[in-house]
Structures are given as C-alpha cells and as structure tokens.
Antibody, heavy 120, light 107 residues
Framework: VQLQESGPGLVKPSGTLSLTCDVS?????????WSWVRHSPGMGLEWLGE???????YYNPSLKSRIIISRDKSKNQFYLNLTSVTAADTAVYYC??????????????WGQGILVTVSS | EIMMTQSPVTLSVSPGERVTLSCRAS??????LAWYQKKPGQAPRLLID???TRATDVPARFSGSGSGTEFTLTITSLQSEDFAVYFC?????????FGQGTKLEIK
C-alpha cells in the first residue's frame, strides 16, 4: 500500500486545515484503520486520530472538538479537517495505515508527509 | 496520557558499533510498544511492534526488548543507513503517545 497526503501548505490563523490522504495499491475497505499523525519541533510526534472504513473514529482528546476525520470509500481516500488553527498547529502532517487494538494502535505504513504552516 | 521518555537525546557512534536506545513509559504499557526510524525528508518507518517483533523487511541487526515501563532498541553493527532519529510509541492506552526521539549521529 502507498499513501500520499495533499492539501494547502499555508492556512490562516482561525481557519480550517483540510488534508486528503490518497490510498493506492491497497483498499481502505480492509481491516486496517487509517490515521493522521503530525510532527512539529515543539510537540514532537502527535497522533491526531483515526478512522475505520465503516466510519468509526478515535480522536486525540487534546484536539477536543476541532478535529474531524472522514473517508470516501469510492475514492479510496480519507481526510483530516482541523478547525480554529493557530501557529501551534504548524507541523508536518502524515497519514498512515494503522494496526488497531482496543487499547491503541501503531502505524505500519506512512505517507511522505506534508508541511502545513499556519500564518497570516 | 502516558508520557514516553527516550534517552539519550543524541548519541554519537561510529559505523560498526553496537548501540542501545532506551524508552521509558510513565506507567506500564505491557508490551504494546513500537519503534520507528525517521530520516530527513522520508516517511517514518516501523521497525518493531509488540516490543520485540520486527516489521517486514527490517534487518536482523535491529532488536527490541522490554516490558512494562522499560524498553530498549538495540542495533548491532551500525550501518551508514542507520543514522537517523528513532522514536518509541506506546499503544496500550489511548491516546497513542510517542517519545521525543533519539538522534543517532556519526561520530
């Protein structure tokens, strides 16, 4: 499987960060979950959330109500929406395929990442 | 959330050497611990899951051990391609959390 992130590299403060992860050579209909992780100098690596092809989601509580992860099975894509962004949301954002368990998940395959800067 | 602490932050080593990286959890994570390798400009790569299970195509010079709160990643006979940043991650309790990383640099 291969994953590729896409979306705007610059988002204004208080705006919404929207990213797409395109899944190729594999299907999001599989038994895996599909995650978003970001990496910033200040916060290090931070798991944001994940989704199953059936629509179930898990989110990092630190993001409270700002995050929505969705998927489009027909396009074999999943998405990240993060609202009310600030400079603290500046990071490299990765999508990843995850092995899910009832207690947590780890990340078996990652995309190349996309740098998103929050600035006016 | 569970805090993951890695040590040292940076390690200067020579090719061919054996190196051990440490990862400590703020509470027990059983054996639900993964290790990743990250090189500049590249996607992170899963090396180890379940504390000691090597991922597909990971060379045998990489090995993981530990349980509970103390874990190690050992790399025997360092190759030039092994100089990178290594992260640990627990998945025993939501949310998944990562260590801050250990950078292996050439001495």
């Amino acid at each position: 499987v291969q994953l590729q992130e896409s979306g705007p590299g610059l988002v204004k403060p208080s705006g919404t960060l929207s990213l797409t992860c395109d899944v190729s050579h594999g299907s999001i209909h599989s038994s895996y979950w599909w995650s978003w992780v970001r990496h910033s100098p200040g916060m290090g690596l931070e798991w944001l959330g994940e989704i199953y092809h059936g629509g179930g989601t898990y989110y990092n509580p630190s993001l409270k109500s700002r995050i929505i992860i969705s998927r489009d099975k027909s396009k074999n894509q999943f998405y990240l929406n993060l609202t009310s962004v600030t400079a603290a949301d500046t990071a490299v954002y990765y999508c990843a395929r995850s092995f899910f368990s009832i207690s947590g998940s780890f990340f078996e395959t990652w995309g190349q990442g996309i740098l998103v800067t929050v600035s006016s | 959330e569970i805090m993951m602490t890695q040590s040292p932050v940076t390690l200067s080593v020579s090719p061919g050497e054996r190196v051990t990286l440490s990862c400590r959890a703020s509470q027990s994570v059983s054996r639900k611990l993964a290790w990743y390798q990250k090189k500049p400009g590249q996607a992170p790569r899963l090396l180890i899951d379940s504390a000691s299970t090597r991922a597909t195509d990971v060379p045998a010079r990489f090995s993981g051990s530990g349980s509970g709160t103390e874990f190690t990643l050992t790399i025997t006979s360092l190759q030039s391609e092994d100089f990178a940043v290594y992260f640990c991650q627990q998945y025993n309790k939501w949310p998944n959390t990562f260590g801050q990383g250990t950078k292996l640099e050439i001495k």
